[in-house]
């Protein structure tokens, strides 16, 4: 059973910065794609980013392109989403998820996390 457990979330200020990781447990991590997927209320859940499984090559949607960068640690299982210069349109639930494709354009995933809160304040 594959089990992903974000932390990191919180409250911030227009502007400022958040990092948020994922642990990933019994499962082949460094196996992988990694990926970030948000849900602000009252929307759909909106693809963020992806890292491949070795950590050389990344894709992010246009909204947070420039301002949000996904890394991954294969030696601690941990994959992590850096958000620089961010906005109130940023506030969202964000999953981390873990994907046995290998495409890095691809935007579908085979297990998720529980979630943690982002909220941005104006």
């Known amino acids: 059973q594959v089990q992903l457990v974000e932390s990191g979330g919180g409250l911030v200020q227009a502007g400022g910065s958040l990092r948020l990781s994922c642990v990933t447990s019994g499962g082949s991590f460094s196996s992988y794609a990694m990926g970030w997927v948000r849900q602000a209320p009252g929307k759909e859940r909106e693809f963020v980013g992806r890292?491949?499984?070795?950590?050389?090559?990344?894709y992010y949607a246009d909204a947070v392109k420039g301002r949000f960068t996904i890394s991954r640690d294969n030696a601690k299982n941990t994959v992590y989403l850096q958000m620089n210069n961010l906005k109130p349109a940023d506030t969202a639930v964000y999953y981390c998820?873990?994907?046995?494709?290998?495409?890095?354009?691809?935007?579908?995933?085979?297990?998720w996390g529980q979630g943690t809160q982002v909220t941005v304040s104006s």
């Open positions: 890292i491949n499984w070795i950590g050389s090559s990344t």
């Open positions: 998820a873990a994907s046995l494709g290998t495409s890095i354009f691809s935007r579908d995933f085979n297990y």
